[in-house]
């Protein structure tokens, strides 16, 4: 099976703008969770979604956004970008709802704010 | 609330020496789950196990082995006979079954050189 694709793998923003993420979920996998990775905080949970729902949600403010496709795929928004927002966001998908099953990660998307 | 502590931030260590990297976690629950994942350079993380916390057996894979013991709340891994492959960030992480999910997360990582 192919592994989670993340794209794009690169992006530079400026402060200000919005930045859609895409994700696209390993076939049959239900359930596409988000998370940040910076030197600073680590790995941070961002979001799951599971059949097009929102499930769960980590301690981010409305700028992060999100949704999922009926064909599981997802896409991560973030509005009025902030010099801080620059990271590395991961998307993980599992077979089951909720993060208490093993995921399987995509390489990420690098996203630099200037 | 939940919490995941990674002590040792980095290590390193000469090819075919034993290491083990140590996991300590909090949590008010009594179903919860613990996984590792590997980070090796090329960033994509990779599981590498999921225990409850109903199941205090150890588990061994190959040279990989995990020590989880609930009176100490620990979930340490044991990499024997290291290869430079070895070489990565491992995390720690804790899921909280009847937050279902809301919150899950991660150590800080512990960076592991295996070193030639």
């Known amino acids: 099976k192919a592994g989670v694709t993340q794209t794009p793998r690169y992006l530079i923003k400026t402060r200000g703008q919005q930045v859609t993420l895409s994700c696209s979920p390993i076939?049959?996998?239900?359930?596409v969770s988000w998370y940040q990775q910076t030197p600073g905080q680590g790995l941070q949970f961002l979001f799951e979604?599971?059949?097009?729902?929102?499930?769960n949600k980590g301690n981010f403010p409305g700028r992060f956004s999100g949704r999922q496709f009926s064909n599981s795929r997802s896409e991560m928004n973030v509005s009025t970008l902030e010099l801080g927002d620059s990271a590395l966001y991961l998307c993980?998908?599992?077979?089951?709802?909720?993060?208490?099953?093993?995921?399987?990660f995509g390489p990420g998307t690098r996203l630099t704010v200037t | 609330a939940q919490k995941v502590t990674q002590a040792q931030t980095e290590i390193s260590v000469v090819e075919k020496e034993d290491v083990t990297l140590d996991c300590v976690y909090e949590t008010r629950d009594t179903t919860y789950y613990l996984f590792w994942y590997k980070q090796p350079p090329s960033g994509e993380l990779v599981f590498l196990i999921r225990r409850n916390s109903f199941d205090e057996q150890n588990e061994i894979s190959g040279r990989y082995s995990w020590n989880f013991q609930k009176s100490t709340s620990s979930f340490n891994f044991t990499i024997t006979a290291s290869q430079v492959v070895d070489s990565a960030v491992y995390f720690c992480?804790?899921?909280?079954?009847?937050?279902?999910?809301?919150?899950?997360?991660f150590g800080p990582g512990t960076r592991l050189s295996v070193l030639p």
């Open positions: 993980a998908s599992s077979p089951r709802e909720g993060n208490t099953y093993e995921q399987y």
């Open positions: 992480a804790l899921s909280e079954a009847e937050n279902y999910g809301q919150n899950f997360v």
């Open positions: 076939s049959g996998h239900r359930s």
């Open positions: 979604y599971f059949s097009e729902t929102q499930r």
